[in-house]
């Protein structure tokens, strides 16, 4: 298990794949990004792992990071918190 830095890394890292894969395929969001890091062994405690300031800092960045091509403003970003939401809103916005 990962830890301090180290994991703050792999948490940086996973973060970029997942703006790497896109929206439609990984959206971030606190539990699948936790999920993901349990999968790949980084991780086994809670979702609290990610709760510190600088993470949940990381967490927003990466965030804003994939959102940024769907110019989108702040209160329309906020539905896009569980995959479900995100096929949902993609589909809208395509229309």
Do not use: C, W
């Not at 439609?24 to 980084?42: C, D, F, Q, V």
């Not at 994939?66 to 229309?95: A, C, G, W």
């Amino acid at each position: 298990m990962l830890r301090g830095n180290e994991l703050n890394e792999a948490l940086e890292n996973e973060l970029k794949d997942m703006v790497q894969e896109g929206i439609e395929k990984a959206p971030i969001s606190n539990t699948a990004l936790h999920k993901r890091l349990i999968a790949k062994g980084h991780i086994k405690g809670g979702l609290s792992t990610l709760s510190t300031p600088e993470r949940k800092a990381l967490i927003q960045r990466y965030t804003t990071e994939q959102l940024l091509p769907l110019n989108l403003n702040e209160k329309k970003s906020s539905y896009t918190s569980t995959k479900k939401h995100v096929r949902l809103f993609l589909t809208l916005i395509k229309d």
